[in-house]
């Protein structure tokens, strides 16, 4: 089984709607979460931490559930530029520098 | 510019011949990674380094080798290179060591082994 598990996609979502997806880690002593967006095979950009209380960052918003160990990514007013994958990171606490990254989820907004 | 840069971008190199992917970042960051991309299965960690002289294997760390003699450079070696290492390579870099810092990944070298 997979340390993070994405669902792939993609996820096609007409220009203005909301979409919303999770990611499901597996090890519950990890501690910090992100999410990182990447375009067509280019490098991975951060695009905002996961807090525990929830975080929201204009148009992104991201959520945190512990208890059943996923994470989410709710964007709204989608745009053409979101169109993008969207990776799941997780940070173990006994592992300082080693984040594991899910295989990530496509995102496709429509005209 | 702050950048993290990678070379060669792209290399089709055949089984068994050495080579070497430079790594160099100029924000003067601790901590640097090696990651492999491969289609469904996402990043995957190869070796870090916390700082000069200080190297740790990551999840998949076989067949490669890494070296940080100066803070800027973090040079990923492959001695035998196998078909199985034929993979998007990323180099990323962040100020400290820890899941508090922001990574900041290279562009990317797209490596072929025939």
């Known amino acids: 089984r997979k340390e993070v598990e994405q669902d792939p996609g993609p996820f096609n979502v007409p220009e203005g709607a909301t979409v919303a997806f999770n990611c499901t880690y597996s090890?519950?002593?990890?501690?910090?979460f992100f999410w990182y967006r990447q375009d067509c095979r280019k490098e991975p950009k951060l695009l905002m931490s996961?807090?525990?209380s929830g975080n929201e960052d204009g148009r992104f918003t991201a959520q945190l559930n512990r208890a059943s160990q996923y994470i989410s990514l709710l964007i709204r007013d989608s745009k053409l530029s979101d169109s993008a994958t969207y990776l799941c990171v997780v940070s173990l606490t006994d592992s300082w520098g080693k984040l594991q990254f899910g295989a990530g989820t496509q995102v496709v907004v429509t005209p | 510019e702050a950048q993290v840069t990678q070379n060669p971008r792209y290399l089709i190199t055949v089984t068994g011949k050495k080579l070497t992917v430079t790594c160099s970042q100029n924000m003067n960051h601790e901590y640097m990674s090696w990651y492999r991309q491969d289609p469904g299965l996402g990043l995957r960690q190869i070796y870090y380094s916390m700082n000069v002289e200080v190297t740790d294997k990551g999840d998949v760390p076989e067949g490669y080798k890494v070296s940080r003699k100066e803070k800027r450079n973090f040079p990923l070696i492959l001695e035998s290179p196998s078909p199985n290492q034929t993979s998007l390579y990323f180099c990323a870099s962040s100020l400290r060591q820890g899941f508090a810092y922001e990574q900041y990944f290279g562009p990317g070298t797209r490596l072929t082994v025939t």
């Open positions: 090890n519950s002593a990890s501690q910090s």
């Open positions: 996961v807090y525990s």
